[in-house]
């Protein structure tokens, strides 16, 4: 087993490793690198629509400062900007609208209609918040409720199909799995790091999972110092902190069976980089 220091090293390299395999970079010399407001404000942004930008892989990062604060090329905003046909195009991708009645009224629908939609799996939320109430408030994408909207117009209207009349039954919530995925496949888009990736895989797993998926402390040590931290808007008051932790951790036993799978995939992978490299990770 190597010594703790030695294991947080080399956590810390390969999340530098992980952000430039992801294309992130470092800019180059030649590049300005500004923070996370003035880009948001270069991008005509507000900060949740910036840090969707970031979240959906249309902003990517440079490397970040000895502090871990992030920055941003300006060339990858100018990139941004073009890739998304100006900044009005760019703000109309990552628009998102709180709760079902906002999200209804896009479609055109009522809001227990567009509740049962979420809950059966035909949308995904691509974030959340949590009200004074503690009770989860689902963030959807605007442009993707409008493009379901002209893919299934159908579900919009008439009966419910039988499987979501048995979901429904059962008391069933795809919206926490869903987005958990949508979340998860996010993270491994922007590392291609083999520890990186174990450790997005490993931080959605309940604590007693993890211990018995990685029964090895320092490879543990390792994995949560790679951990990404939570997402934007995750409440930062404990109550509502823990209410929103639920939401990071898989759930279901079908949903923690795929993810100790691909986390076992991903460490065999990385223990192999260990060895061969010698760069990283207990031995």
Known sequence: MMQMGTVLRDAEVAVRAGKDAAGEGDGGAADVLVGGVQAAGELVLTRGEFARAVQLGMVRAARPTASGAARYARAELDRARLAAGGTDALRERVEALAGAEAAAGVLGIGPSRFTRLARCGHVTPVGYRINRYRAVVWLYLAAELRTFAAREPGMLRGTAPEADRELMAAKEDLRPRRWRGRHVGLL????????????????????????????????????????????????????????????????????????RTSLDFALTGARGQSKSTGERGPT
Do not use: F, M, N
Not at 200 to 206: F, G, I, K
């Open 188 to 259: 491994l888009r922007r590392t291609a790091d083999p520890w990186g990736r174990a450790a997005v895989l490993a931080s959605v797993l309940p604590e007693e999972e993890l211990r018995a998926a990685v029964p090895d402390p320092g490879e543990r040590i390792v994995l949560a110092a790679l951990a990404p931290p939570p997402p934007y808007g995750h409440p930062q008051v404990p109550a509502s902190a823990a209410v929103a932790l639920r939401l990071l951790k898989a759930g279901p036993p079908e949903e923690v069976h795929w993810y």
